[in-house]
């Protein structure tokens, strides 16, 4: 017998989601034996399991009923309390209650500013290269991506007022803080010239921060939120400071757009995991978040340096990369007769994988460059690696 | 100083959402003394929060750090396993683990489902009344709605051949099992019928089912989606089972749609919250669901016993209302004269809620309607607040 297969009509913006050529490549990741610099994953090993192990039993006898029922749509209120204090801390920025909504990890909230501010054609400047994330969530509002050039620093200036005055975009979506996939972090100059320049027009802002706490210096920069609140959302995340499995993110703007946003929330899935809020507020309660933060930082730091070295001392000095301080990425270019995707091949061949750059542009993707991920790799298994790379960039006739 | 209110440019979808009135109700339940009738929540009394506690604990031992990275947007595969599993043993269906997809609760199947198949325009077949959810999350993608009748076992069949003829409606959306808002069941036959029609026109199924196991007899009906798997989408949670705070529901369909779903949801979530689907997993592992089901089912049904005797004692004899064989509400429908929304405002004088009928209606809303939710009241709470309900009914001057 014969089963034929059901042609079903998608709708339009199945055909213009990117495919994840990293969840591809991930697959591999299975094999035993290979070393991944592919994957965003942060090093498992310094997740505070027991102490979330503790909160959770506290959580399930202090309140368990309670938390396994519904809840509000907004989030944990003690929890957004505990943001909103965190930003006055780190930063004496006043962002009230009503300003924060939980969200399922931050990538939940693109969801909802999709959903908020895009309609069909709708343009969006974007960074280039930018978060894939970002580019398969708000293609799914069939937006149109402009991009604007980034520098060491932050965007081109000039490029990014032609950008705003001609193409009049509705969102700018921006990672000043160690960018996914350069590194890259904006001056304090280049933030306060963003603000500026979108004072100046309509569009909007989306300041995506997840990588802000995993700071390698002890200089703080300001987010450009604080330079220019009613334009700004700000989306923060606790993936990358406690734990991503949990999916708790927020966002934060002016409380209108915080209403609208949790409108769109309940009509997507009523409110985010509440076992996981508590079991979070528990642990920010109990233990100290910075130490946690500082324990993350030291290990990620000393991660990034034998990268780096070991790129100084095993790749050829044509092989242009980034020396990022803070977050989890390095950013490569190859020289012009190397394609990544033709690199990738033969590192497969020994056991080593990386996501070549091309995925993080919204259009004209450079072939040359690719991203590594130090924060998951072990010091041993990344020298193996990385001299095994720097043995095929050397020898190969490309 | 004046500060002026920025105007924001939000997306058309915006203005089409509709708002929830329930949620508005529901602020009105943090009153201390209100007795609410107006929640669609489970009885908190009933949550297996030691048994959860416990699996919790052993979660974080046995696999803590892998249960707080990233996991698979798909969801945990013996999860996936375990609800494939359990459709063969219920209903003797097969089902691969491949066409599950664990979502964050089935409100989000929705919003996937959205994404998957609706452009701006489309039309959508809903039952009359409605899940005000559904009309919520499916107004996001600027649906069309369609209504047909909904008579006590099912829709009516001439007028659910002609709309689909006439519509043309690119999904039809229903919930055959104990539905929310009426608690009415649609018979065997008609769940032929709707998949005897539906086998001639493209018009997908989405066959939402949370209230399946919260059946009041033994009498257990094939889902739609076992006499026509091919263009059923069945959707299935765990949050009337065991606790809708872990936000573990999942979308079962052909292959190619799961595919499609999955793309969208890594846009708009990465993936569900992997801790809870892992204290799921140990749960399901550790004990027997059917006995968890069968204790919400034997109070739920007394719950319901008594609201129903409370209604024919204290209610005037033209009011009419369903008798519910499962799920969580009942509906009635007052005389002529009497709507449901001033009928409330006496009812909350008395410090009773309930919501109207009209939410429920994607047009022309009956507003003699109104949901009586029975899970979550005590029955001596229960008595007493429909004792007040029958005197306003029966000495009001509408």
């Known amino acids: 017998m014969t089963v034929e297969t059901p042609h079903y009509q998608f709708a339009e913006r199945v055909q213009q989601v990117p495919q994840s050529f990293i969840r591809e490549i991930l ?13 965003g994953l942060p090093n498992p090993s310094l997740f505070p399991v027991q102490e ?28 957004r309390e505990y943001i909103a204090a965190r930003y006055h801390q780190k930063f004496g920025l006043n962002i009230s209650v009503d300003q924060i909504l939980i969200t399922s990890g931050s990538q939940q909230a693109l969801d909802l500013l999709g959903k908020v501010f895009l309609d069909a054609g709708d343009k969006v400047l974007l960074e ?34 032609e950008k705003m005055f001609n193409c009049n975009p509705k969102l700018f979506y921006c990672i000043p803080n160690f960018q996914n996939p350069t590194g890259l972090h904006y001056s304090e100059e280049k933030r306060r010239m963003v603000a500026e320049i979108s ?12 990588y802000g706490d995993i700071s390698f210096s002890d200089k703080k920069a300001l987010p450009i939120y604080a330079h220019l609140p009613e334009k700004t959302i700000l989306l923060g995340s606790f993936s990358k400071t406690v734990a991503p499995g949990l999916r708790v993110g927020w966002m934060v703007a002016h409380r209108d757009i915080i209403r609208k946003a949790t409108i769109m929330k309940q009509a997507s899935d009523l409110h985010s995991n509440n076992l996981s809020q508590h079991i979070l507020f528990e642990f920010l309660s109990t233990y100290d978040l910075d130490q946690q933060v500082f324990k993350i930082v030291k290990q990620y730091k000393y991660q990034r340096d034998v990268m780096l070295s070991c790129i100084e001392e095993y790749f050829p000095e044509n092989v242009q990369y980034n020396r990022p301080e803070g977050g989890m990425f390095t950013w490569l270019s190859l ?27 919204a259009s004209s993707p450079d072939p040359q460059t690719l991203r590594l991920n130090f924060s998951n790799v072990s010091d041993t298994a990344m020298r193996e690696a990385l001299r095994k790379l720097g043995t095929i960039l050397e020898y190969t006739n490309w």
Chains 1, 2 share one sequence.
């Open 335 to 361: 020289p012009s007769t190397t394609h990544a995707r033709d690199f990738l091949a033969k590192a497969i061949e020994q056991n080593v994988i990386f996501v070549p750059g091309d995925s993080f542009y």
């Open 27 to 39: 697959k591999v990741t299975s094999k035993p034996n290979i070393v991944s610099f592919a994957g």
């Open 52 to 79: 979330l192990e503790n909160c959770a039993a506290k959580v399930f006898q202090k309140r368990g009923a309670q938390v396994l029922q519904y809840s509000e749509t907004e989030g944990y209120y003690p929890l």
């Open 199 to 210: 004072s100046r027009y309509p569009a909007m802002i989306i300041e995506d921060d997840p």
């Open 128 to 161: 280039r290269p930018t978060y894939l994330g970002a580019l398969q969530s708000l293609s799914l509002f069939q937006a149109q991506f402009e991009e604007v050039t980034l520098h060491n620093d932050g965007v081109d200036p000039d490029e990014f007022e």
